[in-house]
């Protein structure tokens, strides 16, 4: 299974991205699909999960009501749609996949990891 994340970049405050993760090598029907993020100097946090079943969704305190994450089946595509972004949302952010059937909020829950994606949000 590989992902690979996309669409990160540099935005202004209250600007507004949508990051993709391509999935391959198995449906995404049948994954848990997250978003971590990592800011220069800190550890790792999560930020939105999806349960195998696109129907029920958490996210971090710090993102809820900005951040949607959501998914194309038929593009075998998850993605986090961000809004009203901050200086402190500015991280290199990862998606997840896992082969469990919930939705979780720690990341030795998920099995697959991509590469990150840059996202910068200036003040």
């Known amino acids: 299974v590989q992902l690979q994340a996309s669409g990160g970049g540099l935005v202004q405050t209250g600007d507004s991205l949508r990051l993709s993760c391509v999935i391959s090598?198995?449906?995404?029907?049948?994954?848990?699909t997250g978003w971590f993020r990592q800011a220069p100097g800190k550890e790792r946090e999560f930020v939105a999960g999806?349960?195998?079943?696109?129907?029920?969704?958490t996210y971090a305190d710090s993102v809820k009501g900005r951040f949607a994450i959501s998914r194309d089946n038929a593009k075998n595509t998850v993605y986090l749609e961000m809004n009203t972004l901050k200086p402190e949302d500015t991280a290199v952010y990862s998606c997840?996949?896992?082969?469990?059937?919930?939705?979780?909020?720690?990341?030795?829950?998920?099995?697959?990891w991509g590469q990150g994606t840059q996202v910068t949000v200036s003040s």
């Open positions: 999806l349960a195998w079943n696109g129907g029920i969704t």
């Open positions: 997840a996949a896992g082969d469990r059937a919930g939705v979780y909020d720690r990341a030795g829950a998920y099995d697959y």
């Open positions: 090598g198995r449906t995404i029907s049948v994954l848990s």
